[in-house]
């Protein structure tokens, strides 16, 4: 049977991926910072390290013997890497090579690490496909063009046999409610106003966290190398389209949206061309408009996790 090692594991989308492992023994490796929570994993089976991958010495520990390591342990909100960039190149990108480093020493088997179309910066027409130049525009962003690079070193100089997926925005259920989807939705159940920057006009492409985690697991079993991939979503909707499709699943109206100052160096559109994974097989199973109902409904009937 086969041991699966999976950093970040108690966070949204790591503890979605957890959750679709339906067999292996899962080790969850997670610092708990704000966004980490283990009711996340609540009814799953594992094994949990509460720890910091940036430990050399405990990754020593806990990383030798198993066949698989997925890399979810991030820090990923680009409003607080604005206001504070440091954390997010020691957690992002030391952390990363950290973690290779210790994959590599224990011989690892299969590395996948996962990052964001966001380091590719701001595309005006069309899609990126898996050649394209990295041109991070935030310190996050930035930290994870890192992090992808020093990923494909080990590769190339060191034969570490990791991989890279490269995804749109994620939404679903337990998202921490500084997203856009989840902050707009725990907002409006509570009557209050959502703030849409600027004017509403930058493009997302969403993707629902299980087709994202469908999509990591079958790079896991077929990933090349060193090779990059994307997993794109479903929908690519303005933010003022998507708050209309929030606004109506909640019941309520634009008087609780607040146009707000832009963010700083916001990207205008992010868009992948997800052909090389659907190559291999990949199929993304969750339309949009379920997905997004779905996740609605969860936040209004799992109030106790959202409400502090």
């Keep these: 049977m086969s041991r699966i090692l999976v950093t970040g594991g108690a966070g949204f989308i790591g503890s979605h991926f957890v959750r679709s492992l339906h067999e292996g023994l899962v080790t969850v490796l997670d610092k708990l910072t704000y966004a980490g929570n283990r009711a996340n994993l609540d009814g799953v089976r594992h094994e949990f390290v509460h720890g910091d991958m940036c430990d050399a010495g405990l990754l020593a520990k806990v990383v030798p013997g198993h066949d698989l390591v997925v890399n979810f342990a991030a820090e990923s909100h680009v409003d607080r890497s604005i206001a504070g960039a440091g954390e997010f190149v020691r957690t992002n990108t030391l952390g990363t090579q950290t973690l290779l480093q210790a994959c590599l020493e224990a011989g690892v088997p299969k590395v996948v690490q996962v990052s964001t179309d966001e380091v590719y910066g701001s595309i005006d027409v069309g899609s990126w496909d898996e050649t394209a130049p990295l041109r991070p525009r935030s310190p996050y962003a930035a930290s994870k063009a890192g992090a992808d690079l020093i990923a494909r070193a080990y590769a190339i100089t060191y034969g570490l046999d990791v991989s890279i997926t490269r995804c749109g925005n994620n939404y ?39 087709d994202h985690c469908a999509g990591i697991r079958l790079v896991a079993e077929k990933g090349e190398p060193g090779e990059v991939y994307h997993i794109a979503g479903t929908a690519e909707l303005t933010n003022k389209e998507l708050t209309a499709h929030l606004l109506e699943a909640c019941g309520r109206d634009w008087e609780l949206v ?9 990207d205008r559109r992010y868009s992948l061309d997800d052909s090389k994974l659907r190559a291999l097989g990949y199929r993304p199973r969750v339309p949009f408009e379920w997905g997004l109902k779905d996740t609605v409904r969860w936040y209004a009937e799992h109030r106790d996790w959202w409400r502090t």
Excluded at 258 to 266: L, M, N, P, Q, T
């Design 172 to 210: 679903g259920p337990r998202q921490y409610p500084e997203k856009l989807i989840p902050l707009f939705v725990t907002n409006l159940l509570r009557g209050r106003k959502v703030p849409l920057y600027g004017d509403g006009g930058n493009v997302r492409d969403w993707i629902h966290v299980e």
């Design 258 to 266: 607040e146009h707000v100052a832009d963010r700083k160096g916001h």
